[in-house]
Protein backbone atom coordinates (compact mmCIF):
# COMPACT_ATOMS: atom_id res chain seq x y z
CA UNK A 1 0.00 0.00 0.00
CA UNK A 2 1.41 3.69 -1.31
CA UNK A 3 0.80 6.44 1.66
CA UNK A 4 1.46 9.87 0.69
CA UNK A 5 3.09 11.74 2.24
CA UNK A 6 4.57 9.15 4.65
CA UNK A 7 4.52 11.03 7.87
CA UNK A 8 3.22 14.38 8.90
CA UNK A 9 3.33 16.73 12.09
CA UNK A 10 2.74 15.84 15.61
CA UNK A 11 -0.08 18.80 15.38
CA UNK A 12 -2.21 16.58 13.25
CA UNK A 13 -4.46 17.74 10.35
CA UNK A 14 -2.01 16.40 7.28
CA UNK A 15 -4.03 14.74 5.03
CA UNK A 16 -2.78 11.31 3.62
CA UNK A 17 -3.99 9.42 0.42
CA UNK A 18 -3.69 5.64 0.13
CA UNK A 19 -3.40 3.44 -3.10
CA UNK A 20 -3.98 0.15 -3.19
CA UNK A 21 -6.85 -2.48 -3.27
CA UNK A 22 -8.59 -0.64 -0.67
CA UNK A 23 -12.48 -1.85 -1.57
CA UNK A 24 -13.12 -3.58 1.84
CA UNK A 25 -11.47 -0.56 4.09
CA UNK A 26 -14.35 0.62 6.83
CA UNK A 27 -12.00 2.43 8.86
CA UNK A 28 -8.51 4.35 9.15
CA UNK A 29 -6.47 4.22 12.24
CA UNK A 30 -2.96 6.44 12.69
CA UNK A 31 -1.57 3.75 15.80
CA UNK A 32 -5.02 3.78 18.40
CA UNK A 33 -6.66 7.10 16.95
CA UNK A 34 -9.39 7.43 14.02
CA UNK A 35 -8.71 9.41 11.20
CA UNK A 36 -11.23 11.59 9.63
CA UNK A 37 -12.04 10.02 6.01
CA UNK A 38 -12.38 12.15 3.10
CA UNK A 39 -13.08 10.63 0.79
CA UNK A 40 -13.18 6.14 -0.11
CA UNK A 41 -13.17 4.60 -3.57
CA UNK A 42 -12.16 1.17 -4.02
CA UNK A 43 -8.09 2.19 -5.19
CA UNK A 44 -8.24 4.88 -2.63
CA UNK A 45 -8.96 6.62 0.57
CA UNK A 46 -7.81 10.36 0.94
CA UNK A 47 -8.10 10.42 5.02
CA UNK A 48 -6.58 13.70 7.58
CA UNK A 49 -4.64 12.51 10.72
CA UNK A 50 -5.26 13.77 13.99
CA UNK A 51 -2.77 15.32 16.51
CA UNK A 52 -0.24 13.29 18.14
CA UNK A 53 2.67 11.35 17.51
CA UNK A 54 0.56 8.06 15.15
CA UNK A 55 3.12 5.35 13.84
Given at each position: MLL???QGSAGGRTTVSTAGSLARVTAVKFGDE???VGTHAPVSVRVTH???PGV
Open positions: SPSPAAVPG
